[in-house]
């Protein structure tokens, strides 16, 4: 319980990424999360090395290809932040569209996998961010990556080693976002704001 109580999402990261077994091993309790039908809708693309910044350049073309006037200093940012991550997952959804399934239930599978990416990076000493924006809508950066449609993707999961750690940040009260239905509508203490 100590390790998920203190994993925290940090973009503050180093080399090194995890090594080829340490990933497998990620990688294999992504596989583990919920998967109702078992469609196995993960698919996780690894990007790093003399990749990173051809992956980059993708992003800033996908960037420019859905708004044009996008501005420089957007465009820098991003380009840097994929090509400096010692690791970038990228998080495809093989969906089946038409399945008795439904779509969101492939969809919440992956943001399950996405999840235990996260606490399983935590859990060995490494350090994620999943991060999406307006480029996980484009379709020709989805089929770039090998996720022609209807295949998507649900984001990116930036790896590495934390730098500077610092404490986990305070998390809400679980009873605000808690309650026990006995018959009638439950309210929530933090839907009071």
Do not use: C
Request: proline share 10%; no cysteine; net charge neutral.
């Amino acid at each position: 319980m100590d390790v998920l109580l203190s994993r925290a999402s940090t973009d503050r990261l180093a080399d090194p990424a995890p090594s080829a077994a340490q990933l497998e091993q990620i990688l294999a309790a992504a596989l583990r999360a919920p998967d109702h039908g078992r469609l196995r809708p993960w698919r996780y693309i690894v990007i790093e090395g003399e990749a990173r910044p051809l992956f980059a350049q993708k992003v800033v073309d996908s960037m420019l290809r859905l708004d044009p006037q996008t501005p420089e200093f957007n465009l820098t940012k991003r380009r840097t932040r994929f090509a400096t991550m010692p690791m970038t997952i990228a998080l495809g959804m093989h969906l089946r569209v038409g399945h008795k399934i439904p779509l969101w239930e492939q969809e919440m599978a992956v943001a399950a996998g996405a999840m235990n990416i996260l606490n399983a990076l935590h859990a060995l000493g490494f350090g994620g961010i999943w991060v999406s924006g307006p480029v996980t809508q484009d379709p020709v950066l989805a089929t770039e990556l090998g996720l022609a449609a209807p295949h998507r993707l649900a984001g990116f999961i930036f790896v590495g080693t934390p730098d500077n750690p610092h404490p986990a940040p305070a998390r809400p009260d679980p009873a605000a976002f808690s309650a026990r239905w006995q018959g009638a509508p439950v309210t929530f203490s933090a839907d009071k704001d």
